[in-house]
């Protein structure tokens, strides 16, 4: 309360803090209801409503000639709207722009802006007259159909809303801001917006699933895809939403075989001129390297941006930068808020249709009441014709015998019992309606009145006969305004993350038994061979050798499994690209491994199908079969693939099918194979089950599926080795000991190594030191299972072998169909196709040994 100041003369004391509250409220509702939002019924704010209605009073409708824009602000500033003539000027500019209003509402002469930003030409060059759609707006507002107040100065009356005959708000949207409000209204096509009126007038109880089955959605003018149905069910639910929307492009293809991406719809809202300037600065800051070359070809025919690509470039990835990088994809919020009542409120689209039918029923009705008062004052006028032609010479000589009109008036009334409106009607008609024809004229204006009285009557009693009369004009507005829908909808909208921003190509991926990773293009090997013999291989570390082989899809997880039973996954893109000659990025790098991890298995998959499983196999003889679907997740530091014991240790996973056989080895020379049935399917956190039982000192080698027909090869660490048909092996049950598959003596060592071979198949073999062979697998005698084996390796004292890796004989120019022959550069020999490997999986072992012999 300010102090020291005495209530005397005009001087009050005040809370001042009351008072800047009360103003700043005031401020904030005149801000709200006479500026920033529009009004639920007509779609407007004051200043369009202002213009449109000043245009309307001045004749510019669309039968007369256009006038100067800067006379139509002048109206519009000194009757109705006391602003900036800019503000004015800018907003009549907009009413015209096709690109910015579904419907147009003001129709101009002269240069209105353009969709890059141009600005429009000065208010004194332009012209403008009301649009045909405005008029649909203004219809029968000399009806007393809507409310007038005084403007600012009160020395005119302007209407507080408009008739509205289609769902301005709806159709044309909105968009402003206010003091802590804003509205963000998308525009829609009219032929949907009076069929979902018109469906709400039959269906009160339609709900927003019935709404949206003729009102889909926004129908931006400049066009589009909107991303999904999600957000528009948000916004039409519940007031609120966020929908993206796309430019629409297409690509072509030059006659010198380039590719370039046509842009001809960009997102409602965005300025062209901006987003090629976009692409422009992206391509020089060497974001899309793929474009060679920009130019925009828009004409007033259409919109054509031109996106020349290079050779090489691919357009769906190109066009998928574009709408993470540009605003090709733009995001529009939708906030559904109109003055209801001169009340600010969040409204569905229910609500919206709601209330617009509510305006129109209250048009009609009021516009009926008019109509019936106009009939039936002017009945009552002509029934006073016809009493006066019934008594005209009586009517004749009354008047010809009174001093003055009043006298005349008078004698009438008091003789005919007319009214006085009636008599100064008579008093006024002229001579020539005394004649027969006239007077039928009377009679027939008379019964066609009493006709539209009784109509209106009706009407007036009947909410339904109003309902109809609503749909039946509605109806009329659509077959004049109506046009096909600019913007499609598409089913699912799905945020692009850097996958769609990477070309889906074949890679080749290598992993070392160092631990050393990386990817390059399979076509990179394809010329190589094409160039034939003399190219240097991987530059690798002395006794390291290529373990994992594979060819993938950029778009493909790669699952890292660990000898501590972790798993990590990864995209094949997000691998480090390497060179023919380069060893690669070593693993720990990529993966948060910890101290003596590394890699026992990798596994590639597109998708993780509940139905497909994988088989583990540890060091202690544990198996375990989990669906891949329950590795369909991610952490950084990994999760839980088997849960291993404190002395065990992951060394193989295989994907295994119905039917599959399985064969687990030992380094103690034992071998069992039982059916992959057998273990049954388990959680991803679980231990496993005995899949072979091991004798005191001994352990687990690995694990392969056994193919009928297939061969058991394996190598002692002093070097020698045998191949087995795995038919002489007795399919057991898991959970035993095995049966012997080499004899094992201390000259020749334990096991060191085994795989399925099958025709076709070499043999790489690793020592310790660093030694690498190469053999053919026909080449190793086929001894019995308690056999001894022979030399396939010279392994001198110190030494031993320490792994051994199996690829494709020969160099395919195609991958062999099951059990059929394959044309090699030599040779053709018999490569059957391993049960559950593809054309890709044989390819990647030709690689295999395309490296192998490239690094000889």
Same mark, same amino acid.
């Given at each position: ?6 209530? +005397?003369g ?12 009360? +103003?700043?409220?005031?401020?904030s509702m005149?801000v709200?209801?006479?500026?920033a ?16 209605y ?10 007369r ?13 000194g009757?109705y709207?006391?602003h ?17 209003m ?5 129709d101009g002469?002269?240069n209105?802006?353009?969709i890059?930003?141009d ?5 004194r060059y332009?012209?403008?007259r009301l649009d ?5 707006l ?21 209407p ?9 708000? @709806? ?12 509205t963000?209204?998308p525009?829609?096509?009219?032929g949907?917006?009076?069929?979902a ?13 019935d ?13 589009g895809?909107?991303m999904g149905?999600?957000g528009?069910?948000?916004a039409?639910?519940t ?13 072509? %293809?030059?006659?010198?075989?380039k590719?370039?991406? $046509?842009?001809?719809?960009?997102p ?7 987003l090629?300037?976009?692409i ?5 800051e060497k974001k ?7 130019r925009?070809e828009?004409d007033?025919?259409g919109?054509r ?10 357009p %769906? ?9 540009t605003?090709?994809?733009t ?5 559904q ?10 409204l569905?689209?229910?609500d919206?249709?709601?209330h617009y039918i509510d305006?129109?029923?209250d ?13 039936q004052e ?9 009493i006066a032609?019934?008594n005209?010479?009586?009517?004749i ?6 001093d003055?009109?009043?006298?005349a ?8 019992g ?5 008599? *100064?009607?008579?008093l006024?008609?002229r ?17 066609e009145l009493r006709e ?5 009557? &009706? ?12 749909k ?8 004049k305004?109506?046009?096909?829908r ?5 089913g ?5 993350d850097?996958?769609?921003? $990477? ?7 290598t $992993?070392t038994?160092?631990?050393?990773v ?9 010329? %190589?061979?094409?160039g034939? &013999?003399?190219?240097s ?13 594979f060819i +993938?899809?950029t778009?493909d ?10 798993v ?6 997000? @691998? ?8 690669g ?8 491994? *910890? ?9 590639t998959?597109? *998708? ?15 198996v ?6 329950a590795?369909d ?12 014991r ?7 996973v ?5 039917g599959m056989?399985?064969v ?7 071998a069992?194979v039982?059916?992959e ?6 959680g ?12 005191d000192?001994?352990?687990?080698l690995?694990m ?11 190598v ?15 399919v ?9 598959? $080499?004899?094992v ?9 085994m795989?399925?071979v099958?025709?076709?198949? *070499?043999?790489?073999?690793i020592?310790e030191e660093?030694v690498?062979i190469?053999?053919?697998?026909e080449?190793?005698?086929?001894l ?6 022979v ?17 494709v ?7 062999a169909?099951?059990?059929q %022959?394959?044309?090699v550069?030599?040779?053709?020999v018999?490569?059957?196709r ?13 690689l295999a ?8």
């Amino acid at each position: 309360m300010s102090d020291g100041i005495a209530p +005397s003369g005009n001087v009050l004391p005040i809370d001042i803090e009351q008072e800047l509250r009360d +103003s700043f409220l005031e401020y904030s509702m005149s801000v709200i209801v006479a500026r920033a939002l529009p009004d639920v019924r007509d779609g407007l704010k004051p200043v369009h409503r202002r213009i449109l209605y000043a245009m309307s009073e001045s004749g510019l409708t669309p039968n007369r000639a256009y006038k100067k824009s800067a006379w139509t602000v002048g109206e519009v500033i000194g009757k109705y709207h006391p602003h900036g003539d800019v503000a004015v000027y800018d907003t009549m500019v907009r009413m015209a722009q096709n690109w910015a209003m579904r419907v147009p509402l003001v129709d101009g002469h002269g240069n209105f802006g353009s969709i890059d930003g141009d600005s429009p030409a000065a208010m004194r060059y332009t012209e403008s007259r009301l649009d045909r759609a405005a008029m649909e707006l203004l219809r029968d507002i000399d009806k007393e159909t809507v409310d007038f107040g005084p403007n600012y100065d009160e020395s005119l009356r302007e209407p507080l809303v408009l008739p509205s005959r289609y769902p301005n708000l @709806l159709v044309n949207g909105s968009s402003g801001i206010a003091v802590g409000m804003a509205t963000n209204i998308p525009p829609h096509n009219i032929g949907e917006a009076i069929d979902a009126a018109t469906m709400l007038i039959d269906n009160p109880d339609a709900t927003i699933e019935d709404l949206m089955k003729v009102i889909p959605g926004p129908d931006f003018p400049t066009g589009g895809v909107i991303m999904g149905r999600e957000g528009i069910v948000d916004a039409y639910t519940t007031g609120r939403g966020s929908i993206k929307v796309r430019g629409k492009a297409h690509v072509e %293809q030059t006659s010198t075989g380039k590719m370039r991406i $046509i842009i001809t719809e960009i997102p409602y809202g965005v300025n062209k001129s901006k987003l090629v300037a976009k692409i422009a600065e992206l391509v020089r800051e060497k974001k899309l390297p793929e474009i060679s070359d920009l130019r925009d070809e828009s004409d007033r025919k259409g919109m054509r941006v031109v996106v020349e690509l290079k050779q090489s470039a691919i357009p %769906q990835v190109v066009l998928n930068k574009l709408y993470k990088h540009t605003p090709l994809e733009t995001g529009f919020g939708v906030i559904q808020l109109a003055l209801v009542d001169g009340v600010p409120r969040t409204l569905s689209l229910k609500d919206m249709l709601s209330h617009y039918i509510d305006h129109q029923k209250d048009v009609i009705i009021r516009r009926t009441r008019y109509d019936l008062r106009k009939a039936q004052e002017r009945a009552h006028i002509l029934e006073g014709y016809v009493i006066a032609l019934d008594n005209i010479d009586e009517v004749i000589a009354i008047i010809k015998s009174s001093d003055d009109d009043e006298e005349a008036a008078s004698r009438l009334i008091e003789r005919f019992g007319l009214s006085q409106a009636q008599t *100064e009607a008579i008093l006024e008609m002229r001579l020539r309606r005394l004649t027969g024809l006239e007077r039928h004229k009377i009679e027939e204006e008379l019964a066609e009145l009493r006709e539209k009285i009784d109509w209106y009557q &009706k009407v007036l009693g009947d909410i339904n006969l109003v309902l109809k009369i609503i749909k039946d004009e509605m109806a009329d507005i659509r077959a004049k305004f109506a046009s096909p829908r600019r913007t499609e909808i598409t089913g699912s909208a799905k945020d692009l993350d850097v996958e769609d921003l $990477i070309a889906e190509e074949d890679m080749v991926v290598t $992993i070392t038994k160092a631990g050393y990773v990386k990817r390059l293009p399979v076509g990179t090997y394809r010329q %190589q061979r094409r160039g034939g &013999k003399g190219v240097s291989g991987v530059n690798l570390k002395e006794s390291d050798f290529v373990e994992h082989l594979f060819i +993938s899809s950029t778009h493909d997880y790669v699952l890292f499994f660990s000898n501590k039973g972790k798993v990590y996954r990864m995209k094949v893109h997000e @691998l480090p690209v390497g060179s023919r000659h380069a060893r690669g990025t070593a693993v720990v790098n990529l993966l948060p491994f *910890e101290q003596d991890e590394k890699i026992a298995a990798v596994i590639t998959t597109r *998708e993780f199908s509940p139905d497909e499983y994988l088989l583990f196999a540890t060091k202690n003889g544990l198996v375990k079969k989990t669906a891949i679907s329950a590795y369909d997740r991610s952490r950084r530091d990994g999760i839980i693939a088997i849960n291993l014991r404190d002395d065990d240790e992951l060394i193989a996973v295989r994907r295994v099918h119905s039917g599959m056989k399985v064969v687990m080895v030992s380094a103690g020379g034992k071998a069992i194979v039982f059916d992959e049935a057998d273990v049954r399917p388990m959680g991803r956190d679980t231990t496993g089950v005995r899949g072979m039982n091991l004798a005191d000192g001994d352990h687990v080698l690995g694990m392969e599926i056994a193919p009928d027909d297939s061969e058991l090869f394996v190598v002692t660490e002093r070097g020698y080795g045998k191949r087995t048909p795995l038919s002489e092996y007795p399919v057991q049950r898991r959970g035993g000991m095995g049966v012997k598959t $080499i004899q094992v003596t201390p000259k020749k060592g334990r096991l060191a190594g085994m795989k399925v071979v099958m025709p076709g198949h *070499e043999l790489m073999l690793i020592s310790e030191e660093g030694v690498v062979i190469r053999v053919r697998a026909e080449d190793v005698s086929r001894l019995g299972r308690s056999t001894q084996g022979v030399k396939v390796m010279n392994v001198a004292e110190s030494d031993r072998v320490s792994a051994i890796a199996r690829v494709v004989a020969k160099k395919k120019k195609k991958a062999a169909p099951e059990g059929q %022959q394959v044309l090699v550069e030599d040779e053709t020999v018999s490569a059957t196709r391993m049960p559950g490997m593809s054309a890709r999986d044989m390819e990647a072992e030709e690689l295999a040994a395309e490296e192998f012999d490239e690094g000889e």
